[in-house]
C-alpha cells in the first residue's frame, strides 16, 4: 500500500508538470516600433490569453527600418511564430531588367511564410487587399491589416486659427503659411529626422504633386521616358530643398520618429510631415489636441494636390516551420474577429482592410476624402536597377543641412546620371 | 640548459595531453571564426539571401563583377573605400598620439593616477550602443549639452544630423573615445618594462625631458607602439558598430564596414521597405574588405617588425 502511494507520488511529480508543459505554449510575437501598435497589442494579447488560457503572449519589438531584419534572423533561428510584416510591395515588373526579387517573394519561396488560404478569418478581409498585399502565385501569406498615408502633413487647428493661417492648397500658400509661424517664432514643420527616413517621406508628398501616377513614373523612370533632371524633375528637386533646408524646423535630424508625435501635440511646431499612422500618437500624447491631415501641396496647381499616397501597413505572417501552428492561427483568427479589429482600426488610426469596419476617428475623418483615389506610394513601387548609384532617389533628405547638396540642379543631375549607370548596366 | 623543467609528454597516452588540452579552443576556433569565413568565401560566389531553405545558385564572379565594376557602383564602392582609409588614417595616428600621452602622464605617477586611468579606461567597457545613446544625446541638437556650449557663441549645429562631412569627424572622435583606453593601458605595460636607471642615465648625462622619451623611452616601448598601431589599423578599418548605431547607412557617409552590413540586410537607403537581402553580394564586398586589410595589416606588420629589429636589435 505504501509502495503504491510512492509510485503514485512520484508518477505525479513527472507527469503533471510534462503534461503542464505540453499544454503551455509561449507564442513569439515580432511587431514593429509604432507606439499605437504595440499599446494595442499589449492590451490585446491579455484579451487572447484569457480566451485561450494555455497560450502565452511573448511580443517582441523592433525598429521599422530593422523589422526586415529581424523578421530574417528570428526566421532562421526558427525562435518567432507570428511576424508583422509590411503590405507585399516592390514587385518585380516586366519592364525590370535584371531586378532583385524582393525580400517578402524570397521567404516565400525558401518556404519560410505558411500558406494561409483557405482560413476561415480571411473572410472577413475584402479581396483586393487579400490579393494585392498578401498573395503570391494564387496562395495567401499574409493578412494585411491596414493602409497607412505618408504623403501628408499634420497641421494644428489651434495656432492655424491663432495665425489666421488657411490650410495650404498650393505650394506657394504652405511655403507662405511657413513664413507666418517662422515670424511669430514657431518652427513650422517638425519632423523625426535623426532616422533618417522621416525627411524622406516628407519628400515624397512633393513627389506625388509632381507624377501623380506613381505606377507610371516608376515605368517611365525604367524606360528613360521620365528623366531625375527633366524640367517638371528638377522643380520637384528645388522644392525638396525648400522643404529641407527652410521648411523643416533645424534641429529636426535630432528628433526621433517615436518623438516627433509628442512634439508636435506640444505645439512646439505647427506642423509634422509624417504619416496617418503617426494620428494615434499624437492623440496619445495629448488626448484633446487639435489638429488635421492635408496633402502635401507640391505642386502650385492646386488640381495636382488633391492626392494622398501610402502603403499597406501592418500584416501578420507565420512562420512556416512553427511547432505552434494552431496557437498562430488561434491568434489570427482572434485579431481578425471584426468586434476586435474595430478596436484596433481605432486605437491605430489605420485605414481598414475589412469592409465592416470603419475608421471613424480624427485622422479617419481628415484622409476620407482622399480615399477614393488613395494610391501606393513611389518607394512600394520602386526597385532600383543593378549598379544605379546611391544618389539614384527622390531624397529631401539628401540635401543640406541633412547631407551634402545644397544645388537642386546638381543633385537632380547627380540623380540622373546615376540612374542612367544602372539601367545601361543592366541592359 | 633548462630541460630538466620540461615536463616531456612521450609516454604512452600522455603524449596526448597537449592536444587535448588544445582541443576545445582549436575547435572553437574552427567553428566560430575559420568556419564561418571560409564559408562567407564561398558564399560570395553565389546568390545567397541568407535564407535559411533558400537556394544558392553558383554565379561565378557576379558578385565581384557588379561591386567592382557595374554601373555607378565602381564609383561609390571606391568613395567608400577613400573614406574608410581616411577613417583608419585618422584614428590610428590621433588614437595612438593620445593613447600615449595618457599613458606618459599616468605613468608620472600624479595624484589621481588611478582614478584618471579608470576614466581614461571606462569606455571601452561600454558597448557601442550605450556610447551611440550618449553621445547622441550630449550632441542633440535641440537644446543637448553641446548645443547650448555653442550658444554662447551664438552658434548652431546639427552635430550627428548635419552633412556627412561633419558627422564623420564625429564619429572619428567616438571611435577614439571609446577605444583610447586600450591604447593607453597597452602602452603604460610598455612604459613599466623601461627600467627607470636608463633614463636616470640619460637625465645625469644632461638629456632633458623631451630627449629622454625621444631617445630611451620611445625606442623601448616599440613592442607596445606597433601593438597598438596594428590593432588600430586592422579595428578602424573594419569598424561598422558605431556607424550603424549613430546614423544607419547613409550616402557620403558609410565606411566599408556598414556597407557589407547594408548590401547584405538590404539597408542600402535607411529606407524601411522590403528591399532584398543579398547576402552573397554582401559576401564578396566583405572578401574585398578582408582584402584590403590583409594587405595594409600585413603590409603595416611588415614595416613595423622591421622597425622594432632596427631599433631593439
Known amino acids: 500500500m505504501k509502495r503504491k502511494w510512492v509510485i503514485g507520488a512520484l508518477v505525479a511529480l513527472f507527469a503533471l508538470p510534462m503534461m503542464a508543459a505540453a499544454e503551455d505554449v509561449t507564442l513569439e510575437l515580432l511587431i514593429h516600433q509604432n507606439q499605437a501598435l504595440v499599446d494595442y497589442i499589449n492590451a490585446f494579447n491579455p484579451k487572447f490569453e484569457a480566451k485561450y488560457p494555455g497560450i502565452k503572449v511573448n511580443t517582441s519589438v523592433v525598429k521599422a527600418d530593422e523589422l526586415a531584419t529581424s523578421t530574417q534572423t528570428r526566421l532562421t533561428a526558427n525562435d518567432v511564430d507570428v511576424i508583422d510584416m509590411f503590405g507585399f510591395a516592390q514587385g518585380i515588373q516586366p519592364y525590370m531588367k535584371k531586378a532583385d526579387k524582393p525580400n517578402w ?43 497607412y498615408a505618408f504623403t501628408g502633413v499634420f497641421y494644428n487647428k489651434d495656432l492655424f486659427a491663432k495665425y489666421k493661417v488657411k490650410v495650404p492648397t498650393t505650394w506657394k500658400e504652405l511655403v507662405a503659411a511657413c513664413d507666418t509661424f517662422k515670424k511669430a517664432g514657431i518652427p513650422a514643420i517638425t519632423c523625426g529626422g535623426k532616422d533618417g527616413w522621416p525627411i524622406l517621406v516628407a519628400g515624397y508628398g512633393i513627389l506625388l504633386s509632381a507624377y501623380p501616377d506613381q505606377a507610371a513614373l516608376v515605368k517611365g523612370l525604367w524606360d528613360g521616358s521620365i528623366k531625375w533632371n527633366d524640367a517638371k524633375s528638377l522643380d520637384m528637386w528645388q522644392k525638396m530643398q525648400v522643404l529641407a533646408r527652410d521648411l523643416i524646423e533645424p534641429g529636426a535630424s535630432g528628433i526621433g520618429s517615436d518623438g516627433a508625435p509628442g512634439r508636435f501635440a506640444s505645439g512646439a511646431a505647427a506642423m509634422l510631415a509624417a504619416g496617418s499612422w503617426d494620428a494615434s500618437n499624437i492623440e496619445a500624447a495629448k488626448p484633446n489636441f487639435k489638429f488635421g491631415y492635408f496633402p502635401m501641396p507640391g505642386s502650385d496647381n492646386a488640381a495636382n494636390n488633391k492626392f494622398i499616397a501610402g502603403k499597406y501597413d501592418v500584416g501578420w505572417v507565420v512562420n512556416a516551420k512553427t511547432e505552434h501552428k494552431d496557437a498562430a492561427l488561434k491568434w489570427l483568427a482572434f485579431f481578425s474577429d471584426p468586434g476586435n479589429y474595430q478596436a484596433y482600426v481605432t486605437a491605430l488610426g489605420i485605414i481598414p482592410t475589412q469592409p465592416t469596419a470603419k475608421l471613424d476617428t480624427t485622422i479617419g475623418k481628415e484622409i476620407a476624402p482622399y480615399l477614393s483615389t488613395f494610391r501606393l506610394g513611389y518607394e512600394l513601387l520602386w526597385v532600383a536597377p543593378k549598379g544605379a548609384g546611391q544618389w539614384a532617389q527622390p531624397n529631401a533628405a539628401f540635401f543640406k543641412p541633412y547631407n551634402q547638396f545644397d544645388d537642386a540642379k546638381k543633385l537632380a543631375d547627380q ?9 545601361k548596366a543592366v541592359q | 640548459m633548462r630541460q630538466g623543467y620540461l615536463y616531456r609528454f612521450g609516454s604512452r597516452g600522455s603524449k596526448f ?61 571606391l568613395e567608400i573605400t577613400l573614406r574608410t582609409l581616411l577613417f583608419s588614417v ?11 600621452l595618457a599613458a606618459l602622464l599616468l605613468d608620472m605617477r600624479l595624484k589621481l593616477s588611478n582614478f584618471f586611468r579608470t576614466l581614461f579606461f571606462l569606455p571601452v567597457i561600454l558597448g557601442a550602443t550605450i556610447i551611440g545613446l550618449m553621445w547622441t544625446l550630449f550632441l542633440y541638437p535641440l537644446g543637448g549639452p553641446a548645443q547650448q556650449l555653442l550658444g554662447l557663441f551664438g552658434l548652431r549645429s546639427e552635430f550627428l544630423g548635419g552633412p556627412p562631412s561633419t558627422v564623420f569627424y564625429w564619429i572619428i572622435w567616438i571611435q577614439i573615445w571609446a577605444n583610447m ?28 625631458g623631451w630627449q629622454v622619451f625621444r631617445n630611451v623611452t620611445f625606442p623601448l616601448i616599440t613592442p607596445s607602439f606597433n601593438t597598438n598601431v596594428l590593432l588600430e589599423i586592422i579595428g578602424s578599418l573594419q569598424a561598422w558598430q558605431l556607424f550603424l548605431v549613430i546614423k544607419g547607412p547613409t550616402n557620403g557617409l558609410n565606411v566599408l564596414g556598414i556597407w557589407v552590413y547594408a548590401l547584405a540586410f538590404g539597408r542600402q537607403s535607411n529606407n524601411p521597405t522590403q528591399a532584398a537581402m543579398r547576402q552573397g553580394y554582401g559576401a564578396a564586398a566583405s572578401m574585398v574588405l578582408f582584402v584590403i586589410v590583409l594587405i595594409i595589416g600585413l603590409t603595416s606588420q611588415r614595416l613595423l617588425a622591421r622597425r622594432e629589429r632596427r631599433i631593439l636589435g
Open chain 2, 90 to 100: 585618422i584614428v590610428t595616428v590621433v588614437q595612438t598620439a593620445f593613447g600615449l
Open chain 2, 181 to 208: 583606453g586600450i591604447t593607453m593601458i597597452i602602452f603604460l605595460g610598455g612604459l613599466q618594462t623601461v627600467p627607470n636607471e636608463l633614463r636616470e642615465a640619460a637625465r645625469i648625462d644632461g638629456a632633458n
Open chain 1, 105 to 147: 517573394q524570397s521567404l516565400i519561396e525558401a518556404g519560410l511564410l505558411l500558406d494561409l488560404s483557405g482560413q476561415s478569418f480571411l473572410k472577413y478581409y475584402d479581396t483586393p487587399t487579400i490579393k494585392d498585399a498578401g498573395s503570391f502565385n494564387g496562395k495567401v501569406y499574409e493578412v494585411n491589416t491596414g493602409r
Open chain 1, 415 to 423: 540623380a540622373q546620371a546615376d540612374l542612367a549607370a544602372g539601367l
Open chain 2, 17 to 77: 595531453i597537449p592536444y587535448l588540452l588544445l582541443a576545445p579552443g582549436l575547435i572553437f576556433y574552427l567553428v566560430f571564426s575559420l568556419g564561418p569565413s571560409v564559408a562567407t568565401a564561398g558564399y560570395s560566389f553565389t546568390d545567397a539571401s541568407g535564407l535559411v531553405g533558400s537556394k544558392a545558385n553558383w554565379i561565378g564572379l557576379d558578385n565581384y563583377k557588379e561591386f567592382l565594376f557595374m554601373g555607378a557602383n565602381v564609383r561609390d564602392n
